[in-house]
């Protein structure tokens, strides 16, 4: 544990942490230009500026992806301005939306690094109404190198999305699986996360390192960064070891368990080789009830820290 440890403050370090004394606030770098404000989704009235959710877990194949994907095209279907950011190299959702990333002439990867690239140019239209992404393909690989070099590197997402927030209600980041810088990135750039959890039991075994990781990126870089909710997925309660894990997230865990749990279906395999949301592949299917029940989940939730702040 104190390793992995090590290798967090190593990417925490490498995003330019400075000491106040060098203009920092609580020795964190400042980005260049006004601060952003953020701001919750549409639903309390007023100005909109999109909640921006991160959804991350450092193990691959957990869900991450087909959360972004299914929790995205169930809100739209509330009726929500949606945007996808793909800020995973694997480009997985623009597969699951059934566009070839290796085609795209731009991606996230321009947006962040070349300063005469408009973010609104880059920002594709779905099949899906109400659904728009931020697509993602393998040059997005280099960047963590590239944005070594850049002035308040942990902050570059955030200038990115910054112009976004008034078009949409919700913005939900599809993070890569580690915890390097761009998934620092990425949490700075959130207001929220929500963080899959594979009912596994050595999926479990990494939760207590990204739940820390994820306190450190509050207390050093982000102190707006709230946990929305832990996400139970590929849970099969035939499985003694699937209901004995589920127990133990409950115990470790409760307070931020999303009551929905998303259950192992063939369903979720098929909808990306179609290029379409589960939502729309099989509209009654457990798997899209199931993300129809979290959108509303997640809408509840983000109301009513709306309302506790009013």
């Not at 009235?45 to 959804?55: D, L, N, T």
């Not at 991606?107 to 697509?135: F, G, I, M, W």
């Not at 200038?159 to 939900?172: E, G, K």
């Not at 997230?249 to 749990?261: C, I, P, R, S, Y």
Request: charged content about 20%; overall charge negative; aromatic content about 4%.
């Amino acid at each position: 544990m104190e390793e992995s440890h090590t290798r967090i403050d190593t990417a925490l370090d490498a995003a330019q942490v400075v000491p106040a004394s060098q203009g920092g606030a609580d020795g964190i770098s400042q980005p260049a230009g006004p601060p952003v404000v953020p701001g919750p989704y549409a639903g309390g009235g007023g100005p909109r500026s999109a909640r921006i959710i991160a959804v991350v877990n450092q193990k691959g194949g957990v869900g991450k992806t087909t959360t972004v994907i299914s929790l995205g095209a169930a809100l739209a279907e509330h009726d929500q301005s949606v945007l996808l950011v793909d800020f995973d190299p694997q480009g997985g959702c623009a597969l699951g939306l059934g566009i070839e990333p290796g085609g795209l002439d731009l991606s996230v990867y321009n947006a962040l690094l070349d300063r005469h690239c408009q973010v609104e140019e880059v920002v594709l239209k779905t099949n899906v109404d109400n659904l728009e992404l931020l697509p993602s393909n393998i040059d997005l690989s280099a960047a963590e190198l590239m944005l070594v070099q850049e002035v308040a590197r942990e902050q570059t997402l955030m200038r990115v999305l910054a112009p976004l927030r008034v078009n949409y209600d919700f913005i939900l980041i599809d993070c890569p699986p580690s915890l390097g810088l761009l998934t620092i990135n990425a949490l700075t750039a959130a207001d929220g996360v929500i963080v899959p959890l594979e009912c596994e039991y050595y999926a479990l075994r990494g939760m207590g390192l990204l739940m820390d990781s994820i306190e450190r990126i509050r207390e050093r870089l982000n102190p707006r960064l709230q946990i929305d909710g832990i996400l139970a997925t590929m849970f099969d309660n035939r499985t003694l070891h699937g209901r004995e894990v589920l127990e133990r997230v409950e115990e470790a865990f409760g307070q931020w368990l999303f009551d929905t749990k998303i259950r192992k279906t063939i369903r979720f395999a098929e909808a990306p080789v179609a290029g379409e949301p589960i939502l729309t592949y099989a509209p009654t299917s457990p798997g899209a009830v199931a993300y129809r029940k979290l959108a509303q989940e997640v809408m509840d939730r983000v109301a009513t820290r709306q309302s506790a702040r009013s």
